[in-house]
């Protein structure tokens, strides 16, 4: 017999994290970064097929100060960057930035001085996704991907604490051009 079964009807438990996070999942208002082919699959995403009104995302925000989700979508050149970096510095906290695509990933193809290498040189990146350019199937997977992780953030003191300990595994971890082999 738990507590759920002593109190009446109407009656909800939860924590303050846990309702935050509720609600910033189911509240994102994505801002397009579309620059090359990608940005079609994306836009095929807000279509009636695939329907990005299902997770409250059906409108595209135009201003970067209504947005808290940036969707990087192809290639970003040097000259692009500086703007890139410009519009997120605009975005409100909190926000989190998807890279779609190899393109914007890691270069892609592009291996010369007028892309950079990843997107994530200019701001940090939450979710990658691959693929050239990568379905709409996968953007949405992406998406509830992201979803997830909005839903189990911490708040407050508990949250820098996590960027903190997170920031240090990640300053321990093997170099990947020390690691041999795929299984390790």
């Known amino acids: 017999m738990g507590l759920e079964e002593k109190l009446p009807s109407g009656f909800l438990l939860t924590t303050v994290e846990g309702l935050a996070g509720w609600m ?12 090359a082919c990608c940005a079609i699959e994306m836009m095929a995403t807000g279509a009636g097929r695939y329907d990005l009104a299902r997770f409250g995302m059906e409108v595209f925000r135009a201003s970067p100060r209504q947005a808290d989700l940036m969707i990087v979508a192809g290639r970003v050149s040097q000259k692009m960057a500086p703007v890139l970096r410009q519009i997120y510095d605009q975005m409100p906290n909190p926000k989190w930035v998807l890279s779609m695509g190899v393109c914007a990933s890691s270069g892609g193809m592009f291996n010369n001085y007028a892309i950079v290498q990843g997107v994530d040189h200019v701001v940090p990146v939450d979710i990658y996704l691959p693929g050239c350019p990568p379905r709409p199937e996968m953007l949405m997977d992406a998406i509830l991907k992201l979803h997830d992780q909005i839903q189990h953030q911490k708040l407050g003191a508990h949250r820098a604490s996590e960027v903190r300990d997170n920031e240090q595994q990640a300053l321990q971890a093997l170099p990947t051009s020390e690691m041999k082999g795929l299984l390790r």
């Open 24 to 35: 910033r999942k189911n509240s994102l208002w994505p801002a397009t970064f579309g620059l």
